[in-house]
């Protein structure tokens, strides 16, 4: 039954594109025409040992994406297609999988242990495969299976524990894995091979093995296996024995304490002398138990019996343990800033430094001083470094009171370390001052250990510095962020930074425009910074800095239309440089539209802004951008009824962005931007609605759709009813339906899973926002619309209210849409039976009445005296 | 168990600006949509307008204090104004529009010419302050009052919320007052007599009965009563009202209060705010109770005769200002030539001799003597209740003891008599 593919394979694979293109259609359009003989000769290729190693890889990569994919609405799809085919092929495809493992072909082998763990996946949790375990635990057992075999299905047991979850297995099968799996790691009975696949199986495993980590003789036997491992001759297999002690302390940190001298002696060993790739994973190791502490000290002691114990490891090694991590800052490598994605042993160090100061708070400090003062003013720029960075590490954890003697007394150190002759000590220097400016300086609250006096001498320093080479200057961008951060909203203080303002923002343009910054980092670090800066400044007394800045970026942002695009790397650098200034002049609309001494100013500039808008989206055919896109919603927001000339040219963006289902963010940035037109247009959207109306309506229907983005829907089909009120009138049948969907796919939401519980309250304060704009929009011209709804709707309230893990949030909606609900239908026989029936009323509204929070007990007043009026007239 | 994510390098903490700019963008969205819908719930979105950068472009005429003759008739004026209340239509006016619109807001009362069925148990009973009928908006950290024609009387900071820029800052748009008060010269307080929007909440539609509640519970918490201050320019004060009852009644006629009265007002329990005429609030006055029973000319003098102000109309006919208009009489085509009179004239009438006659309670013939074309700042014909108010008060007054002795009957039934025998 199987067809003879190879030629096809191996001609995909041909540096010929033509022959490789032919050879692509021809197996799609056998796929698209028999899918069950095709995954049958895949896998018939996979498993042939005659077949060249080209064509058996390529049939089993194949095999496996036609099994999975990354996209969830496709996956499904594959999962269904899988499911469909007949039961005969199904086991004929997995008996010539199993069969594969045991190949003398080490790849293919390892395509077969993937492809198997996919179809694991998708059938061990309906439980249609339940001989997989055991004919994979048959291959350990038999003594006779040669050692190829043996890997192969450790390799397959980890997939496989890595593809399903913990409940798909009962118990026994669990014990049999994991004793399987610990005997592969057993040192005299297997080879390096095996005990690798063993360990890095384990490491799957782990997350299974619940109940014999609760059995101390099974923990103690396999805490054992996992440290011998752990001291292996071959680095390899130590790594992954690292990572499993790793994916231990997070998973079952409580049961931990008898092991530590050991863990410490292990890890320190390791740190100290393993190789690089063992040294990370040991120092991963502490900063894993720093998370689980940090966490734990996080949750309040008083939140009940089930609190996590908190075993205090940090505490009790620091002795050590900083000193060991101090030696691993002397270890940086030449050029290590140069480079973002190097990731070495000083880095690891200094971060998990930076983890135990959040964790012991006070305590490291003494541990650490003496380090920095001793190595500060060493002549070797290693030494320099990481005193430096030892110092920046520990700024957060330690109260203010015990560090800021200690920075008020560096600062001036570090602002002259800012012209050191190292690169690295600068870099470093500077990153240091960003991490005082962001926790140590802040106006706002009335602290900082940047005194009036001296902010002029930091800003002189930080100007001069951003000329330095690129990746200081970046780091310098930082400090300014976080300088700048301090003054917003910090009342008196806030006029501090306007006299600088000029400069500051002159400094940024022209470091942005620089050339020597090889990628784009430093530019749009440039303007983020620069967005800061408008953000935080005192619009009374810059508002004309400001106001200058404006043509200037627009000008920058025409420019960017005009540069030829000749590569897809040049419509892409186009388009980062588009992002930013959009960016840059998203923020400057919403400043200077937030007073209105200033928004004349935006008003007098719409039409060019609008222009601009237009040209960025037309440097596009198929996506618009996204950072366009939010700042057109600012500028609809500041120039209000007005935005309506726009909106002819503009709207095929508009529906160009409700269409995106891949760039999910765009998409949901665009339906922010419907409402943002609804309020300012209002009725004068009607036009457009139609057409926005289709496509909402689409977006809310489609599988493809990131989740995410529809619960902003609901909430826009609220702006749009209020924008349009009656005409609503036409959308109700299709829309109402889909809200009431809605509202019982929330009835049904599962509750243990923390991510859907806060979905779950989105979607339902959206569902009522829906409710409250639509009905508002109707009420006193025509509220009959909506009286067929009620009914569902008060059930949907009623429900919510009985939830007691509701947000406060959905509290509020759900009480004014109640209050909206007997507003807009008015006083009738109708409604008044409509809320005569509603006894959970009175309970919610008696329980909202009591809340400390004065807007809901208004909100609940006002609800009860509009249910009052229909009951009593 | 999934692999654990590669550490955040510590030192390469990106700054993202997009994900803040997002988060900020959805949290104005999120700003404005609260905004949008509260401001539809509670109706009142006008006042923003109040705010708006653009100032009223016609010059505020200057109302040199009108005296209590205007501001009496006055109360006459807007019989016939717009029942609807479109508040976000009102939303969007700019500049003098927006006096027209206050103009045509408040609530105004019929004379009582007949007492009310079940005044004991649907009513309220409150003694009017004597003064000036104004709106009083408090929002965005001010406090503004409009006279009945919508011109400003006052621009202050008050305690009201949303009613100064205090340093602990002014409430959000969508916070503000709407009070019905009159501003009493004397002790320079404003007596607030309703309220239609307290703190971004509308009570247009609610009950007196809610409103005076709220008013009561809400206004002294605010410290909208304390004495003036820095931030509180005019003290407020709730005027008491009182179930109508024999006591009740009996208080607010004879009872002290710290205000000149002027009369009256009885607000049906179950009646909502409603803009113009509304027969379901009712002003009554006698001497005891008030200085201005009979209508005085422009000299401050009581006229020998009783003046009033009817709508010629296209027939000929003389109307009230009520909707539907009461016909009191009619012109001649002649007449109406040689005084070169059009449709639409409000003229001025006095009552002579032979004065009003009813039959079955419907006036049949009023003895009308014309005087000339009415002052020019009048808007609307007098409404039928004002003339029979005038008129009864100069023949047979309805009288306090009637009032009480309506509560002490029996059955309230009876006093439906008390109109026929006035018009007698």
């Known amino acids: 039954m199987a067809m003879e593919i190879t030629q096809f394979l191996l001609a995909a694979q041909s540096a010929d594109a033509k022959v490789r293109t032919e050879a692509e259609s021809s197996l799609r359009q056998f796929q698209e025409q028999n899918l069950p003989v095709f995954l049958l000769s895949l896998s018939v290729e996979l498993a042939n040992n005659e077949k060249p190693v080209e064509s058996r890889r390529l049939a089993g990569i194949v095999l496996k994406n036609s099994l999975d994919a990354k996209d969830t609405g496709r996956k499904e799809q594959l999962v269904q297609q899988w499911m469909a085919i007949d039961i005969s092929v199904k086991s004929q495809i997995k008996d010539l999988l199993l069969r594969t493992l045991g190949s003398s072909v080490p790849e293919a082998r390892h395509t077969s242990a993937q492809v198997i763990a996919k179809i694991a996946s998708i059938e061990i949790p309906k439980k249609l495969w339940p001989e997989l375990i055991g004919s994979l635990l048959n291959n350990m057992t038999q003594q006779d299976r040669p050692p190829a075999v043996k890997q192969a299905t450790l390799e397959t047991l980890g997939y496989v524990c890595e593809e399903i979850s913990d409940q798909d297995l009962v118990q026994e099968e669990v014990n049999a894995v994991l004793t399987a799996v610990v005997q592969g790691m057993n040192l005299a009975e297997h080879s390096p091979e095996v005990r690798l696949a063993a360990t890095r199986a384990l490491y799957n495993a782990l997350e299974f093995a619940q109940t014999n980590f609760e059995n101390e003789m099974e923990r103690n036997y396999i805490m054992k296996v996992v440290c011998d491992t752990a001291l292996s001759k071959e680095v390899e297999i130590r790594q992954a024995a690292f990572e499993c002690l790793v994916a231990i302390a997070s998973a079952y940190y409580d049961v931990l304490e008898p092991y530590m001298q050991t863990l410490f002696e292990l890890t320190s060993n390791a740190v100290k002398g393993d190789e690089e790739t063992v040294a990370l994973q040991a120092i991963e190791f502490w900063s894993s138990i720093c998370d689980e502490e940090i966490e734990r000290e996080f949750e309040s002691p008083e939140s009940g019996d089930s609190e996590p114990s908190h075993s205090r490891f940090i505490e009790k090694a620091l002795p050590h343990l900083v000193p060991l991590l101090l030696e691993t800052l002397l270890k940086q490598e030449e050029d290590q800033d140069q480079d973002d994605t190097i990731w070495n042993i000083s880095m690891a160090g200094g971060t998990c430094l930076g983890l135990v100061a959040r964790t012991v708070g006070d305590a490291i400090v003494p541990l650490v001083m003496p380090f920095v003062e001793s190595n500060i003013l060493k002549p070797d720029w290693h030494c320099r470094e990481a005193a430096t960075y030892a110092f920046g590490s520990i700024l957060e954890g330690p109260t203010i009171e015990k560090l800021s003697p200690l920075v008020q007394a560096g600062l001036d150190f570090l602002l002259n370390a800012m012209k050191d002759g190292n690169n690295h000590v600068k870099d470093t220097t500077a990153w240091t001052l960003s991490r005082i400016f962001e926790l140590l300086h802040s106006p706002a609250s009335g602290f900082s250990v940047i005194s009036p006096e001296n902010l002029k001498r930091v800003i002189g320093v930080l100007l001069e510095s951003i000329n330095d080479a690129p990746n200081v200057a970046e780091k310098v961008c930082g400090a300014i962020y976080y300088l700048v951060q301090g003054y917003e909203d910090a009342g008196p203080s806030s006029s501090l930074l306007s006299p600088y303002l000029t400069d500051i923002i002159s400094c940024l343009i022209a470091t942005a425009d620089r050339t020597d910054g090889g990628d784009s980092k430093l530019r749009s670090s440039a303007y983020e910074t620069l967005n800061e800066v408008v953000r935080c400044s005192n619009i009374a007394e810059t508002s004309h800095i400001i106001a200058q800045l404006l043509p200037v970026i627009m000008n920058k942002l025409g420019q960017t239309v005009e540069i030829q695009i000749i590569s897809s790397d040049d419509r892409e650098k186009q388009g980062d440089l588009q992002a930013s200034l959009c960016g840059v002049l998203q923020v400057i609309i919403q400043k200077l539209s937030s007073t209105d001494e200033t928004k004349n100013i935006i008003l007098q500039a719409a039409d060019q802004i609008m222009i601009l808008f237009l040209k960025v989206f037309g440097c596009r055919s198929s996506t618009v951008h996204e950072e366009a896109m939010l700042a057109i919603g600012a500028l609809a927001y500041a120039t209000g009824p007005q935005f309506e000339k726009y909106m002819a040219e503009f709207y095929k963006y508009l529906e160009m962005g409700l269409q995106n289902f891949e760039e999910y963010q765009v998409c949901a940035i665009t339906v922010g931007v419907v409402g943002d037109i609804c309020r300012a247009l209002d009725d004068k959207i009607l036009p457009y609605c139609d057409g926005i109306m289709g496509l909402l309506l689409k977006d809310l229907a489609s599988s493809e759709l990131h989740r995410s983005v529809k619960p902003p829907i609901f909430s826009c089909f609220g702006d749009i009813g209020l924008a349009i009120g009656e005409h609503f009138e036409k959308y109700v049948p299709y829309a109402l339906p889909m809200m009431q969907g809605a509202a019982e796919i929330c009835a049904q939401m599962d509750t243990a899973d923390e991510e859907m519980v806060d979905y779950g309250n989105q979607l339902r304060r959206s569902i009522f926002e829906a409710y409250s704009g639509i009905l508002q929009g109707f009420k006193s011209v025509k509220p009959d619309v909506m009286m067929p709804y009620a009914q569902h709707l008060l059930k949907f309230i009623e429900l919510v209210s009985r939830d007691r893990e509701r947000d406060e949030s959905v509290t509020k909606a759900a009480v004014a849409v109640m209050g909206d609900l007997a507003d807009a239908l008015g006083s009738n026989t109708n409604t008044k039976l409509l809320f005569k029936d509603c006894a959970f009323c009175n309970d919610f509204l008696g329980e909202c009445l009591q809340s400390d929070d004065e807007q809901l007990k208004e909100t609940a007043s006002w609800t009860q005296g509009m249910i009052g009026r229909v009951m009593v007239s | ?424």
């Open chain 2, 1 to 424: 168990m999934a692999p654990h994510d590669l550490r955040r390098p510590f030192k390469r903490a990106a700054i993202s600006d997009q994900q803040k700019r997002r988060e900020l963008s959805l949290l104005r969205q999120a700003q404005n949509r609260r905004d949008a819908q509260q401001q539809a719930r509670c109706l009142a979105s006008s006042i923003l307008s109040l705010q708006s950068p653009v100032p009223e472009s016609e010059p505020e005429p200057e109302q040199p204090d009108i005296d209590l003759e205007t501001a009496i008739e006055a109360e006459q004026e807007s019989g016939a104004s717009s029942k609807d209340l479109d508040v976000r239509r009102a939303s969007k006016l700019r500049g003098p529009e927006v006096r027209k619109w206050f103009a045509r807001q408040l609530m105004l009362p019929e004379w009582m010419i007949d007492v009310p069925d079940r005044l004991s148990q649907d009513w309220y009973v409150l003694a009017r302050p004597s003064g000036k009928r104004c709106f009083v908006v408090s929002s965005n950290g001010t406090t503004v009052s409009r006279l009945r024609n919508g011109s400003i009387l006052h621009h202050f900071p008050s305690a009201l919320p949303a009613g100064a820029k205090t340093r602990d800052g002014s409430g959000s748009a969508q916070s503000y007052c709407i009070l019905d008060c009159i501003f009493h010269e004397l002790d320079q307080t404003y007596y607030v007599i309703d309220v239609v929007c307290w703190n971004g909440y509308s009570l247009y539609d609610c009950t007196a009965e809610f409103r005076f509640y709220w008013l009561n519970s809400k206004l002294e918490e605010s410290g909208a009563c304390s004495p003036p201050s820095y931030y509180h320019k005019y003290r407020f004060s709730a005027v008491p009202v009182y179930n109508c009852d024999q006591n009740g009644l009996y208080t607010a006629y004879t009872g002290v209060v710290p205000y000149a009265k002027d009369g009256l007002l009885f607000y049906n329990k179950h009646a909502h705010y409603q803009t113009g005429n509304t027969p379901l609030v009712l002003v009554w006055k006698d001497e005891n109770c008030s200085q201005y029973v009979i209508d005085t000319d422009s000299k401050g003098e009581i006229p020998s005769q009783q003046q009033v102000v009817l709508e010629l109309q296209d027939n000929g006919k003389l109307a009230t200002s009520d909707d539907p208009p009461v016909v009191f009489g009619c012109l001649d085509a002649d007449m109406i030539q040689q005084s070169g009179l059009d449709s639409g004239n409000l003229l001025r009438f006095a009552i002579s001799d032979g004065g009003l006659s009813f039959s079955d309670g419907k006036l049949e013939k009023a003895d009308l003597n014309y005087l000339g074309k009415s002052n020019r700042a009048r808007a609307f014909a007098d409404s039928y209740s004002k003339i029979l108010f005038q008129y009864t008060v100069r023949h047979s007054p309805l009288k306090i003891d009637d009032l009480l002795a309506s509560i002490n009957s029996p059955d309230d039934q009876e006093n439906k008599s008390c109109d026929m025998e006035m018009a007698g």
